[in-house]
């Protein structure tokens, strides 16, 4: 395909997603009706797709009309290439600029347009943030790094990146976790490797990692991950100690890999039922990776910034608060109970933690943590709860 054919392929999948559809239920679909399409092909359009989720509002602007094809000409105007040269209507490029095209888009002029935030957010976005919201709102307008975590029961971050050098696949320490890898090259290449079917590494954000390795944790203790979801965190966990280790999830469908993966990595995860969860306690450590916004992690899922609601927010914050109020009571005297976001809203960080402890006497806060995209990886919000 030509460079301009991928441009046409992005904005008629982009016009599916403003439509309502995934982004990624929609790149799958044009995928199987385009059989011409080389991995090249398929991977230039995903990243024009992608590109232009996380900048929304401002290549909309620059376009002229927040529709696939405006934002394809947003996304040149950015970059300083002559949208003319892709929209000739010749082959299977876009049809050629209307006069009104041509003359249409402006710089974007508000911050939320122009750092690609909802307006209806910027002033949450804002204030959570303080003298970081503009650099934070830049930084989430890029693609996010590639980070894996490496299995330090298996191999060591060197021997790592020396296998993974001899697959082409190229990497640097991370300084943001202990176990993290950031990959440079070679990505798209990472689960077709020896080592990680051998379980020597996971894919898991740096940040993500961070938090796992701020819990403290010892031998033998029991350790429930109440919203395991594919069970990264539990699996991250479960790496740094001999655990008895039980991962829960609202959603159960969610860990169905994750029994295998655990064989993989050598360990044994139990995964309980919510009916199962009680019985099974108390714990030393329960940790809470809830339900939330996902904005620190908008450069990875960006359509989710666009998809989410004021209705939505609130939804989120009283589920964060009615997991910690219900998980509280999980917790053995002495123990910890842990709650993270990847979220960069006070709402759902801060303020859930002072909600807790003025619902929840015997309770105190160990430690909090909070990252931003500007610390290397995502965002993540972590609070540590100790019962007396």
Not at 22 to 31: H, I, N, R, S
Not at 289 to 300: K, L, M
Not at 335 to 340: F, H, K, W
């Given at each position: 395909m030509t460079p301009a054919a991928r441009i046409a392929a992005a904005a008629e999948i982009l016009d599916r997603v403003l439509e309502g559809e995934?982004?990624?239920?929609?790149?799958?679909?044009?995928?199987r009706g385009a059989r011409y399409a080389g991995s090249k092909d398929r991977a230039a359009i995903r990243d024009h797709v992608f590109d232009a989720l996380r900048c929304l509002n401002s290549f909309a602007a620059l376009g002229g009309a927040r529709t696939g094809r405006g934002l394809m000409l947003g996304m040149l105007r950015e970059a300083g290439e002559d949208p003319a040269?892709?929209?000739?209507?010749?082959?299977?490029?876009?049809?050629?600029?209307?006069?009104?095209?041509?003359?249409?888009?402006?710089e974007p002029e508000t911050p939320a347009e122009r750092l690609d935030i909802p307006a209806w957010l910027w002033e949450d976005f804002a204030a959570s943030l303080g003298d970081k919201a503009e650099e934070v709102g830049r930084t989430l307008r890029a693609r996010a790094p590639v980070f894996?975590?490496?299995?330090?029961?298996?191999?060591?971050?060197?021997?790592?990146?020396?296998?993974?050098?001899?697959?082409?696949?190229?990497?640097?320490?991370?300084?943001?976790?202990?176990?993290?890898?950031?990959?440079?090259?070679?990505?798209?290449?990472?689960?077709?490797?020896?080592?990680?079917?051998?379980?020597?590494?996971?894919?898991q954000d740096a940040a993500s990692q961070a938090i796992c390795e701020a819990v403290p944790?010892?031998?033998?203790?029991?350790?429930?991950?109440?919203?395991?979801?594919?069970?990264?965190?539990s699996l991250a966990l479960g790496a740094r100690a001999e655990l008895r280790l039980f991962a829960h999830d609202a959603a159960p469908q969610r860990m169905k890999d994750l029994p295998a993966r655990a064989r993989r990595a050598g360990l044994r995860v139990t995964l309980l039922e919510t009916d199962e969860v009680a019985g099974q306690g108390p714990y030393d450590l329960v940790f809470c990776?809830?339900?939330?916004?996902?904005?620190?992690?908008?450069?990875?899922a960006p359509e989710g910034k666009w998809r989410l609601t004021r209705e939505r927010l609130d939804e989120l914050t009283a589920i964060q608060a009615r997991i910690l109020d219900e998980t509280a009571?999980?917790?053995?005297?002495?123990?910890?109970?842990?709650?993270?976001?990847?979220?960069?809203?006070?709402a759902e960080n801060g303020a859930q933690a002072e909600g807790?402890?003025?619902?929840?006497?015997?309770?105190?806060?160990?430690?909090?943590?909070?990252?931003?995209?500007?610390?290397?990886?995502?965002?993540?919000?972590?609070?540590?709860?100790?019962?007396d």
């Open positions: 995934a982004a990624e239920k929609a790149l799958t679909g044009w995928a040269g892709y929209f000739t209507g010749e082959g299977h490029a876009p049809s050629a600029l209307t006069e009104a095209e041509a003359t249409a888009g402006a894996i975590r490496v299995n330090r029961a298996a191999t060591t971050r060197a021997s790592l990146a020396d296998e993974l050098a001899e697959e082409g696949i190229e990497t640097r320490p991370a300084e943001l976790a202990r176990a993290a890898l950031e990959v440079t090259s070679g990505a798209r290449r990472l689960q077709r490797t020896p080592a990680y079917e051998a379980g020597r590494f996971e894919m944790l010892t031998d033998g203790m029991k350790l429930l991950d109440y919203c395991a979801g594919g069970g990264g965190k990776d809830v339900p939330c916004s996902g904005s620190g992690a908008w450069r990875r009571p999980l917790v053995a005297p002495g123990g910890t109970l842990a709650y993270a976001t990847c979220s960069l809203f006070e807790f402890l003025a619902r929840n006497p015997g309770w105190s806060l160990r430690e909090s943590l909070s990252l931003t995209p500007l610390d290397g990886g995502d965002g993540f919000f972590l609070a540590q709860f100790v019962r």
